[in-house]
C-alpha cells in the first residue's frame, strides 16, 4: 500500500506500517491509537482551526454508532 500513487491509500499504508513497528516494539495498541489521534486532531486544528475540528467530532458518533469504523461486521 505504501508504494500506491493514490496518497490516501499511501498515507494508510505508513501509518499501519508504523503501527505495526510500534506494536511489534511493546506499544499497546491503545496507546497508539490514543497518540495517532492526538496527532490526527492536532494536525487538523493547527490547519483547519478548532471550529472546523469541533465539526468533524461531532460527527464521529454518528459513523461510529453506524458502524463505519468496525472492522469484520456483516450488514444484515
Request: proline share 1%.
Amino acid at each position: 500500500m505504501a508504494d500506491s500513487d493514490d496518497k490516501s491509500f499511501r498515507a494508510l499504508g505508513l501509518i499501519l506500517a508504523a503501527w505495526d513497528e510500534g506494536t511489534e516494539s511493546g506499544v499497546a495498541p491503545e496507546q497508539m491509537a490514543y497518540a495517532a489521534l492526538f496527532t490526527a486532531l492536532s494536525d487538523l486544528v493547527a490547519l483547519y482551526g478548532e471550529d472546523a475540528v469541533i465539526k468533524l467530532a461531532r460527527g464521529l458518533e454518528r459513523r461510529v454508532t453506524c458502524g463505519e469504523f468496525t472492522l469484520g461486521r456483516s450488514l444484515q
